[in-house]
């Protein structure tokens, strides 16, 4: 590794340390749902608050785009990382500016505090630099934990560490080096799952990504793109229809490369977003103009497992389908189980990644049979691509 980490900090005592977390956590009615992202930073904050520094976090939640959305605060992540913790972790109101100077300069040697979301501030995704420079004023040094955030170069993650000090926490070192041992020099042939909402962020990704993997999957959210780009009328299921041309591009180009593209052949539609909504499964041509697809069918299921079969290495990113309401989980869990099943048997190196899809791998019970389990989504798959992350860039010397 060409960074320096907290193995090069010497004398903590006092110093004011930024930390960059990842803690976009699945949350429900103010609860955190999924503790998984939460628990991979703690060893970074517990070595430093024993260190005696003053342990200052930074990190966003959600996509509130520069404005202050009350249901996009960090406030109730705090004592979510307390508990975790074993120790208090306060709270300042802003990340930059007057709220967040006074909080720090009331902070005791080896304490913790929470700044409030960076991304209230049209600065962070600008990757401004009097935004950086307002968040480098308030510390001595800055240590980037959020491995899963590194794909983004924003103020918090790529701007600041250009102006401090700058070192990886532990998430960081680890994640790195599990992904290279995992996926350096992957056993072939790889198959890609990717499905979940963020269609548009990661729909680019899958043009590289079908030169590297000989199949993929295409499930949830995403795959909806990709059927209406084929001509399904996808009613009313969440569906990014401008990016027609994108997803056929991307089928040319897995044509070209000889990977094998799985889309669903049924789905499950239903009239409302909610656990227990009445629901059928259907044929692609079947699909009611007021419906949504809100998981893959059992054919695709069925189709799916096969290639799992087939697979020696699986890299997966995006739940097949809504799978935080039931019955809308039945994909995501069979498959999750299957891989999991293939994967003790030892016939399948399998690397998952990405806050939901973590969370979707704990609720099937199968997060712990897998090889590995990154708390990235997005950011793995830029990995995997072998672009270069900003936020790991801008840690190099
Ligand atoms: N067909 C679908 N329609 C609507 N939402 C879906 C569908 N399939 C999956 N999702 C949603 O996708 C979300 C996870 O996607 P994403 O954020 O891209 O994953 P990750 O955080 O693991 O990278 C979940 O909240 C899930 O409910
Ligand atoms: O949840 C995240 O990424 P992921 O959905 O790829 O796992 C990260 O916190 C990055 O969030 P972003 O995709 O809104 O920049």
């Keep these: 590794m060409t960074f320096k980490t907290l193995d090069n900090l010497?004398?903590?005592?006092?110093?004011?340390?930024?930390?960059?977390?990842?803690?976009?956590?699945?949350?429900?009615?103010?609860?955190?749902?999924?503790?998984?992202?939460?628990?991979?930073?703690?060893?970074?904050?517990?070595?430093?608050?024993?260190r005696s520094a003053k342990v200052i976090l930074l990190a966003h939640f959600g996509r509130p785009k520069g404005q202050r959305v009350a249901e996009m605060s960090l406030a109730p992540v705090a004592p979510a990382v307390a508990d975790l913790l074993g120790k208090p972790v306060a709270f300042a109101d802003d990340c930059i500016g007057d709220v967040a100077c006074a909080a720090i300069a009331a902070m005791e040697n080896g304490s913790v505090l929470l700044l409030e979301n960076t991304r209230f501030h049209v600065g962070e995704e600008k990757n401004d630099l009097e935004f950086a420079k307002a968040l480098a004023e308030n510390a001595d040094i800055y240590v980037n934990d959020a491995f899963s955030a590194a794909h983004r170069a924003h103020g918090s993650t790529e701007g600041i560490a250009r102006l401090l000090p700058a070192f990886a926490g532990r998430t960081m070192q680890a994640e790195l080096e599990a992904l290279q041992s995992a996926l350096g020099d992957p056993k072939r042939p790889v198959l890609a799952v990717v499905g979940?909402?963020?269609?548009?962020?990661?729909?680019?990704?899958?043009?590289?990504?079908?030169?590297?993997?000989?199949?993929?999957?295409?499930?949830?959210?995403?795959?909806?793109?990709?059927?209406?780009?084929?001509?399904?009328?996808?009613?009313?299921?969440?569906?990014?229809?401008?990016?027609?041309?994108?997803?056929?591009?991307?089928?040319?180009?897995?044509?070209?490369?000889?990977?094998?593209?799985?889309?669903?052949?049924?789905?499950?539609?239903?009239?409302e977003f909610k656990a227990g909504a009445a629901n059928e499964t259907v044929a692609l041509d079947a699909i009611p103009a007021d419906a949504m697809i809100l998981d893959v069918g059992a054919a695709t299921i069925k189709s799916v497992q096969g290639k799992i079969d087939t697979a020696q290495t699986l890299v997966w990113n995006g739940p097949l389908g809504a799978f935080e309401i039931a019955p809308f989980d039945q994909a995501t869990v069979a498959a999750a189980k299957h891989a999991a099943d293939r994967t003790i048997s030892g016939n399948l190196n399998s690397v998952a990644g990405g806050g939901d899809t973590v969370a979707a791998l704990n609720h099937a019970g199968a997060a712990e049979a897998f090889s590995y389990v990154?708390?990235?989504?997005?950011?793995?798959?830029?990995?995997?691509?072998?672009?270069?992350?900003?936020?790991?860039?801008?840690?190099?010397?």
């Design 10 to 50: 010497t004398d903590l005592a006092g110093k004011r340390v930024l930390v960059r977390v990842d803690l976009n956590v699945p949350m429900e009615s103010g609860k955190v749902t999924d503790a998984t992202r939460i628990e991979r930073v703690l060893p970074t904050i517990a070595e430093l608050a024993s």
């Design 196 to 271: 979940g909402a963020k269609v548009s962020s990661k729909i680019d990704l899958l043009e590289n990504l079908v030169s590297k993997v000989e199949m993929l999957v295409i499930g949830g959210g995403m795959a909806n793109t990709f059927l209406a780009a084929k001509g399904v009328d996808v009613g009313k299921s969440l569906c990014e229809h401008d990016l027609a041309g994108t997803a056929k591009k991307i089928m040319a180009a897995a044509d070209k490369a000889g990977c094998d593209i799985i889309l669903p052949v049924d789905a499950v539609v239903a009239r």
């Design 374 to 397: 990154s708390t990235a989504g997005g950011a793995f798959l830029e990995w995997l691509e072998g672009k270069k992350l900003p936020g790991v860039e801008a840690l190099k010397n």
